[in-house]
C-alpha cells in the first residue's frame, strides 16, 4: 500500500504554487535581463545603426540585414508550419490566415 504524504487535493494546490512561483520568478529574470538589455543599449541605437549597412566585416555600422533576414526566417518559418498543419489537419481559418497573410507579403 502507498503512503499518502497528503489528499490529492492539496497536491494539487501546492503544486499550482510552485509553478506559479517559478513562472514569476522567471519573469523577474527576464525583466531584469531585458532592463539590463535597455538600459545599457539605448544609448547607441540611433536611425543610422538601426537602418544602415554593416562597415568592416559586421563589427560596427547597422544592423537592417539582420533585421530582414530575420523577419524572412520568421515568415518562411511560418509558412512552413501553415503548410505542414495543413496537410497533417483539416483547414480553418488559423491556416487560411497565416498562408494567405505570409504568402501576400512576399509580393509586396
Known amino acids: 500500500m502507498a503512503f499518502k504524504l497528503c489528499s490529492s487535493k492539496s497536491s494539487d494546490r501546492i503544486m499550482n504554487v510552485i509553478f506559479i512561483l517559478s513562472g514569476l ?12 538589455i535597455l ?10 545603426f538601426l537602418f544602415g549597412n ?6 560596427s555600422g547597422g544592423i537592417f540585414p539582420m533585421i530582414i533576414s530575420s523577419l524572412y526566417v520568421t515568415f ?6 501553415a503548410t505542414i498543419y495543413n496537410n497533417f489537419n483539416n483547414v480553418n481559418f488559423f ?11 512576399f509580393y509586396l
Open 95 to 105: 491556416t487560411n490566415f497565416i498562408l494567405y497573410n505570409y504568402s501576400y507579403t
Open 76 to 81: 518562411i518559418a511560418a509558412i512552413m508550419l
Open 39 to 48: 538600459v545599457k543599449g539605448l544609448p547607441v541605437v540611433n536611425l543610422e
Open 25 to 36: 520568478f522567471t519573469l523577474c529574470v527576464l525583466i531584469i535581463i531585458l532592463g539590463y
Open 54 to 59: 554593416p562597415i568592416d566585416s559586421g563589427k
